[in-house]
């Protein structure tokens, strides 16, 4: 503000006018559609539902990494959020892997290589609806474009959690790996696999993200209620004072629920989905408006015809330049969304100079800022996971602080992180799936 010449009200429009940006809205409401229904299958047993399949087919140390890989994958392909994956593979996971004989660095890595590849591909995620939204591009279209570059890094990355599952030895600790499964498993929780593809089929059909969300939380939510595997009130809840004469006269209804006047609020699943994408909302507002203040102040013009006039000087070295420039960014800044965003506006800016389709730019964008989100060890994505870690010593007494797994030790090891990163290394290199502006349109971004 104090460098702004003139008037500080022109200061002060530049930040309404970044906050106010369509792509900062669109991202916003998105996320709290994603959150609402995350919570409400988590409410309805998925994880459980994991849990029981693992166990289901014997599940053993040696390939236990891999298997959380690919489940961890399918959840936070399902809810559209590694850190929530993270955590609650963390949390349920990673001890049942321990106690089953698989290496504590392992499990940590493949739980982060599958928010990885969630991250990436989900519909839903947050990373996915930023990168669509600011190369104005259609979500659909970019999910189903960005899928061949998410199987040629995935199936890599198994192959390597089933060698060194077998080459890396676990902690002996003793035979209770059956009974915990047993505590949190079902297999009801499954069910949500089909709300989970309800959400991935309408957005990859091109239906608008919000209808797509939409749909798959009614499922949810019948799911949850026909199979008891969730109440109305663990869905959405209102707690009204119960000396409230109109809140009496509707306690008969299964979202309302009485309580003392000091205790009222809203709650469940719906409202708790929601309501975690605030912080996130705010850094985005704040982002977003710092990113306008430096174009209008020139910043962004002086870095970007740096770019274009000594790295990006052809269109392999533009795109090579896009990919190692999101992934310096990644490491300045912890939280993927965030570096996601701030990055994105040179992204485009190069891609656009060299014709470079929209969905190209999107997965370029998005692959990297996933894949290095969760592979730094002061990563927003690894922290939330040690942080889940490192309160397991409290809740079970066979787990020690030894086997609390150090950020830096995992860093090898999220191999879907590394490998999708040398994928679009190598597509920068060689072209592969390199798609010019005229090979493919996308469709109206009014439908993200």
């Known amino acids: 503000m104090f460098f702004t010449k003139g008037d500080w009200k022109h200061y002060a429009n530049t930040v309404f006018e970044g906050m106010t940006q369509r792509v900062a809205a669109t991202a916003i409401v998105a996320w709290l559609w994603a959150g609402m229904f995350a919570n409400t299958i988590q409410a309805g047993g998925f994880v459980g539902g994991l849990v029981w399949a693992a166990d289901a087919v014997n599940v053993g140390g040696d390939m236990f990494a891999a298997v959380t890989f690919v489940l961890a994958g399918l959840l936070a392909t399902g809810i559209g959020t590694g850190y929530g994956t993270t955590v609650a593979f963390s949390a349920l996971f990673f001890p049942a892997g321990v106690l089953l004989g698989a290496n504590p660095v392992l499990i940590f890595g493949a739980i982060l290589s599958g928010?990885?590849?969630?991250?990436?591909?989900?519909?839903?995620?947050?990373?996915?609806?930023?990168?669509?939204?600011?190369?104005?591009?259609?979500?659909g279209g970019v999910v189903a474009s960005r899928f061949k570059y998410a199987i040629a890094a995935a199936i890599p990355a198994f192959i390597a959690y089933v060698v060194m599952g077998n080459m890396m030895a676990g902690i002996d600790i003793s035979q209770q790996a059956q009974q915990l499964f047993l505590e949190s498993s079902t297999p009801a929780g499954l069910a949500h696999l089909l709300s989970m593809a309800v959400v991935i089929g309408t957005a990859i059909s091109g239906r608008h993200i919000i209808e797509a969300v939409s749909w798959g939380l009614v499922v949810a939510a019948v799911l949850n209620l026909?199979?008891?595997?969730?109440?109305?009130?663990?869905?959405?809840?209102?707690?009204?004072?119960?000396?409230?004469?109109?809140?009496?006269?509707?306690?008969?209804?299964p979202f309302v629920e009485l309580v003392a006047p000091g205790n009222t609020g809203v709650g469940g699943s719906i409202y708790t989905g929601a309501k975690g994408f605030f912080p996130?909302?705010?850094?985005?507002?704040?982002?977003?408006?710092?990113?306008?203040?430096?174009?209008?102040?020139?910043?962004?013009?002086?870095?970007?015809d740096w770019l274009l006039d000594k790295v990006a000087t052809s269109v392999r070295r533009a795109e090579l330049a896009m990919v190692l420039g999101t992934a310096t960014v990644n490491a300045a800044i912890t939280i993927n969304t965030a570096a996601e965003i701030a990055i994105s506006p040179y992204i485009a800016r190069i891609g656009e100079k060299f014709?470079?389709?929209?969905?190209?730019?999107?997965?370029?964008?998005?692959?990297?800022?996933?894949?290095?989100?969760?592979?730094?060890p002061w990563g927003g994505g690894v922290l939330v996971g040690f942080a889940a870690i490192q309160s397991l010593p409290g809740q079970y007494e066979w787990f020690t602080q030894a086997m609390v797994v150090n950020p830096v030790s995992v860093v090898p090891y999220v191999f879907h992180g590394w490998f999708l990163f040398a994928v679009f290394v190598l597509s920068a290199i060689t072209g592969f799936g390199l798609e010019y502006t005229h090979d493919r349109s996308s469709s109206e971004v009014s439908r993200v």
Do not use: H, W
């Not at 990436?120 to 591009?137: E, F, K, M, R």
């Not at 009204?240 to 009496?248: R, V």
């Open 115 to 139: 928010a990885v590849f969630g991250d990436n591909l989900a519909p839903v995620s947050d990373t996915t609806i930023v990168s669509a939204v600011t190369q104005d591009s259609d979500i």
């Open 355 to 376: 014709n470079i389709n929209g969905y190209r730019r999107a997965n370029i964008l998005d692959a990297n800022t996933s894949a290095m989100g969760y592979v730094f």
């Open 226 to 253: 026909s199979l008891g595997l969730a109440t109305v009130s663990d869905m959405i809840v209102f707690r009204a004072p119960e000396t409230l004469g109109m809140a009496q006269s509707l306690a008969f209804l």
């Open 280 to 304: 996130l909302v705010v850094l985005v507002l704040l982002i977003v408006a710092a990113s306008q203040i430096m174009m209008r102040g020139g910043g962004f013009k002086v870095i970007q």
